[in-house]
């Protein structure tokens, strides 16, 4: 809301950054302060499903669309409740919201829930701040308007490595989501671990014909295998994955028992698992542009994205030159747009789940969007074929993973124009 | 896939003349295909009429044929050149029907031409509204019911069944031309009636009317590996009902969530693959339900279009660039993003800005024509403006459209005083070019949103950022601009309020409320169109202005000075293309030079808004405030005011006031030019003739001046371009209506009144004047006599009828008036010669409309000519041709009208501009280059049949030997008793045929009947409505060609004989 239109109901509000930058702006949410890493999201719609996403726990989301809250807040698409992001920063927030599914404005629902978001800022010098110097500690705040004061406290902020943000956001008690019909094919039974789930991968799953268990991210996984599932899905979820050994555990316990799918996080525990190192972005991808090429078809997807870290493709294990179009070497700066290029799926070795396969990258930047594992039933996608929000390219993951759990070979090479059907 | 080595030669299909529907979109579509497609090392054969064109340039394509779009001269072209492929989607609707029909002929099957791009049978499943149809139920997608119809008859009997309103749309027609709304019977077979005559199918599509659902359009691509992208989606401020083109549109779309975007993407996606477009790019349009989000799809067009030129520049995704690669066999992901350089086209832009489109009308041109928006387009251009927010944008662009407005109102030019309650509503709810300044009005008087809302279906969503506007511009009224501060002051500007505004608002001056900003330190900070929202690095300087807190700018130094060129605004009637091709080829000669190049502009159709042109581009509107942020921050060596047509000329005295340096003709000679009474001073001095004239301000001191010029007089407002307000009056009574009516167009300004030479012949001179030596690029003789608007006036290259010795005098007088105004660039001089004597009718210290066509008749480009001397270059330097050379060739140029867009209005050539568009025929011998332009127009021209010729009384004498021609010609010929009795007075024989008072039946049942091939008609005065009025309208409604001239009709008699003698040879200019 512009300041003359305010007329002062809402009271300002600072934004510091680790390097010293600060930004001025009004109270667009719950006042108050609040701390996290800051990053920046390029969808222009969705932010309800973007400030719903557990993923987004201890994080200050920055908006680069400048005007928020356009269309409201619905009933049908939170992805997580309560919300869990640590702060959020627009260019300009609408009071008067218009869409037939509008419930409530975007600020009372987000001061409702306790959120501290801040408007009036240049979002688009913001992002190219957060480009340029990285993910950083932040600060939002109504009440310290110091900013000198501000910057010092952000700096004596803990860094967002430093905290099992997962263990926060994940379900306490599980809870079953029903399968839907599925051209008559039996009803598959998955197991959810919940890092952070986004309530848009359930109701995925279950439009595919999963009945969903979900899980606390810490359940042993004896547990799950004595319930006998069809397959164990691992979720997205906030923070360094470093902070949830458990989790890795238990893809370990599960990798080659039965079917294994993981997303985001998800990927990232199960790249772990096989042995593989993770690092951490400059400043992520988070957005619903980023094009993926699914090296098993050639075709390239648009998909949602949200993540800081991922795995990295060559410490898997060494190329399988046969499998790899003849090439035995890793490209030396990892830039796997070599293999996109080539449109070749290269195969790795690992030490202790046999061969490796890398499916899809990401053309932007040449970082890994997909493995599959090919001596034992398990595949994993980085970005979210769920969307919510995003485009819809990437859903035919879902109908992939149940192929895999009713044991159809090639379950991955799956075009994307076949997701669209109405 | 790499690209395909199994075809070098490729022919695009340009889009022919600027027409309402088709403007200088596909210029820019054309000439990025055309680069795009060279610099893969294809060769391009290139084909378009229209001489105004970047891409009719010899240096665009290898081969250039600037000839009619019509089958049987593409034919020769492709019989000529032998290209492997037609890439059809380029050239607008008019390049996608020349392709289906060399199809449909098996021109291309002989020669053995591959369609690329996209293919017959899709174009034919996107176009025909049943095929289309059908094709959406397959893939389980909801279309308006709807049902064909071939007869008036068959319509009444769908609509019966579905209920009215109905829409009904002619297939195969630009721009919805035809088609329209109706709410009851009669509206049916009114629009019926009009549709079927339209279509060249005769049919129509009656379809359900979604009128007041929301409008989207997708932008969409794909490539030929089946991998689809959105680049851009856009909303309509103005619900259904109201054509696209008419619309106010927003990109991104503003109200929709994630759910139903994404759905209309999948939905889009799904429609390209099911239509069968094989590579390139597509706009698909959707109606959404406001209250249940109901969707149904409207249409879909298989080729760039108006569209995806405003979503390439909204976004930076350069769509016809891409879907020229893509055409050639290139997919998505092995083309890079132009912009950031390091990551692939195969994505979506995300935008993190505003971007706002509003149309601009001409309907001041055309009296007695209904202001109504309806499915049919009307606008002659646009504008797009870029903010941080809507409201930033939205004021912006009504700034932008150079109509009196410094934003949506609040700026001292509304008057809704005597406008009543009642009306006052039905301004509200109808929608007209005018109607956002109601809306705007109406939450100014304090009504709801809601209230708002019932009337117009606007969405409320835009309907509350207006209502915050005129709530801001209380508290701005209220605080007075001692009450602003910093903050308070960016809140405003955040707003989009522009200086004049606040002025207003304030009760200050605009340069006070400038200089209070600048204490304040609140300016605009520069940012850029980058395609990622900032996620990577841009390498290009696509910018615009926006205020932001913290002041963080994205300007960076460059080593080499800058020029900035201040370009045309929006198309209008009397200023389009022409003037932006000058501004592009300034682009070109300095960077060539070793400038770093500026451009200033708002238009998204033209091709200097292409970030490509210059080094630098600001898509910014052209008022002094906006203009003077650029310069302050890019801080030039120069700034070139002389090549953007009017607009930039009026801003130039107050940027030179501002210390501003200005490049080229200084505003001191601009103003002696425009001058009246200096400018006849430096005429006397030099004792060069001109019509005797004088002007006046008050309508007694008019009438005094007609005493001593005496009548007819050819008045006009001064300070206006394209003839605005002109007119010629043949008595006082005339006299003293057009004072009232003039004072209003032109207030401050003095009214002209110069003797008007009745009869004389019309000369436009383009030449090039360095201080020292002008050079006279080209004399061309106008076909119509004085008194018809130049821009209206068909004009030819050689003068086909002036003694070498009377055009040597012409470029003597020429020379001396551009060393007298001390001219440094371009100047246009417009003559008038009657026996055997010169007359200066004025002098236009800038480019004109036709530097464009005498730079392609005579091969010099006077615009690059003009950039150069304006950088310090001199004449001598440039190796310039000798100005009277033989070339062996006539080039003709015709105007286009577009009067079946405007029904109702009067069908007569006059001295106010009407014209929307040119095209350029060339040929050996006049008669054939005028053929080829009448042919370029797509006027059919039956070789036989009967001619009705009606005359008035100047022409009777001059009638004789054109209806001889013509009974010679094998026509049999029809007049008026008056006219009848003229021929036959010289033998010719002839059948009278009864005026319409006289009953029935008369010359508009023989229209109806087919019985007539064309017309001549000469109305006499300038407001002859009646009987000649109403067969005009008839014969546009019909199509029937007309002369409305005398030397119209001797060049198209001319023009008729020229073809019998057999089929027109085609040229490339590069054999020239």
Known sequence: ?422 | MPKRTDIKKILIIGSGPIVIGQACEFDYSGTQACKALRSEGYEVVLVNSNPATIMTDPETADRTYIEPITVESVTKVIEKERPDALLPNMGGQTGLNCAVALGKAGVLEKYGVEVIGCDVDSIETGEDRELFANAMRDIGLEVAKSGIAHTVEECEKIADELGYPVVLRPAFTLGGAGGGMAYDHDDLVHIAEQGLALSPESEVLVEQSVEGWKEIEMEVMRDSAGNGVVICSIENLDPMGVHTGDSITVAPCQTLNDFELQRLRDYSLAILERVGVACGGSNVQFAVNPDDGRVIVIEMNPRVSRSSALASKATGFPIAKMAALLSVGYTLDEIENDITRETPACFEPSIDYCVVKVPRFAFEKFKGTDDTLTTRMKAVGEVMSIGATFEEAMQKAMRSLEQGHAGLGADGNDDFDGVSEEEFEHRVATPTPDRILYVTEALRRGWTVERVFDLTKIDRWFLNRIKDIVTAEGVIAEKGLAGLDADTMMAAKQLGFSDAQLAHLTGQREDTVRAVREVLGVRPCIKTVDTCAGEFAARTSYHYLAYEKGGVTEFHEAEKPRVVILSAGPNRIGQGIEFDYCCVHAAYALAAKGYETVMVNCNPETVSTDYDTSDRLYFEPLTFEDVMNVIEVEKPVGVIVTLGGQTPINLAKRLKAAGVPIMGTQPEAIDLAEDRDRFASLLDRLEIAYPPSSTAETVDEAKSVARRVGYPLLVRPSYVLGGRGMGIVYDDEDLVSYMEEATKVSPDHPVYLDAFLEDAIELDVDALCDTEECYVGAVLEHIEECGIHSGDSACCFPPFSLSDRLVEKVRETTRRLALSCHIRGLLNVQYAVRDEQVFVIELNPRASRTVPFSSKATGVPLAKCAARIMSGEKICDLGLPPEGRDLGYYAVKEAVMPWSRFPGADVTLGPEMKSTGEVMGLDVTFPKAYAKTREAIEYDVPQSGSVFISVCDRDKRSVAPVALSLRNLGYDLLATRGTAKTLRAAGIPCEVVKTISEGSPNVLDLMADGKISFLINTPKGHSSRGDGTKMRSEAVSRGIDMATTMSGAVALVQAIAALREGPLSVYALQDL
């Open chain 1, 1 to 422: 809301m512009n300041l003359l239109v305010d007329d002062g109901r809402h009271p300002k509000a600072l934004l510091a950054l680790e390097n010293g930058m600060h930004f001025f702006g009004r109270s667009a949410g719950a006042e108050g302060e609040t701390f996290g890493e800051i990053v920046f999201n390029t969808s222009m719609v969705g932010y309800q499903e973007i400030v719903s996403d557990p993923s987004y726990a201890g994080q200050i989301v920055t908006l680069t669309y400048p005007q928020i809250g356009n269309y409201g807040i619905n009933e049908k698409d939170m992805q997580g409740d309560p919300l869990h992001l640590a702060g959020l920063v627009v260019h300009d927030m609408c009071y008067t919201p218009s869409n037939w599914q509008s419930v409530e404005s975007f600020p009372n629902f987000l001061a409702q829930n306790g959120v501290v978001a801040i408007e009036d800022v240049d979002t688009r010098a913001l992002t190219i701040a957060i480009r340029e110097g990285g993910a950083m500690r932040a600060a939002i705040s109504t009440t310290d308007l110091d900013p000198e004061s501000l910057v010092a406290r952000v700096k004596a902020s803990p860094a967002i490595a430093d905290h099992n943000y997962v263990a926060d956001v994940s379900t306490k008690e599980s809870y079953v989501v029903p399968g839907q019909d599925s051209d008559g094919q039996p009803r598959l039974h998955v197991v959810a671990y919940d890092c952070g789930e986004k309530k848009g991968i359930g109701k995925r799953l279950s439009a595919v014909g999963c009945e969903v268990t979900v899980v606390p991210w810490d359940t042993p996984a004896e547990k799950v295998l004595e319930m006998n599932p069809d397959g164990v899905f691992f979720s997205n979820g906030p923070g360094d994955p470093v902070s949830v050994p458990p989790v890795v555990d238990a893809v370990r316990a599960c990798l080659g028992k039965l079917p294994v799918f993981g997303i985001c996080l998800g990927n990232q525990v199960i790249s772990m698992a096989a042995g593989a190192q993770i690092e951490k972005l400059p400043y992520g991808h988070h957005g619903g542009n980023e094009p993926v090429m699914n090296l098993l078809t050639g075709k390239v997807e648009i998909t949602a994205q949200n993540h800081n870290y991922g795995p990295v493709f060559s410490s898997f294990g060494p190329l399988v030159p046969e499998l790899s179009g003849g090439v035995a070497e890793h490209p030396a700066d990892e830039d796997l747009r070599f293999w996109s290029r080539a449109h070749v799926a290269p195969v790795v070795q690992t030490k202790a789940y046999g061969r490796v396969r890398l499916t899809h990258v990401n053309l932007n930047d040449g970082t890994p969007e997909g493995i599959q594992f090919l001596d034992i039933p398990a595949f994993s996608m980085q970005y979210h074929p769920e969307a919510k929000p995003g485009p819809n390219d990437s859903t035919y993951a879902f109908s992939a993973f149940a192929k895999l759990m009713r044991g159809e070979d090639d379950y991955l090479a799956i075009d994307v124009r076949e997701g669209r059907r109405f």
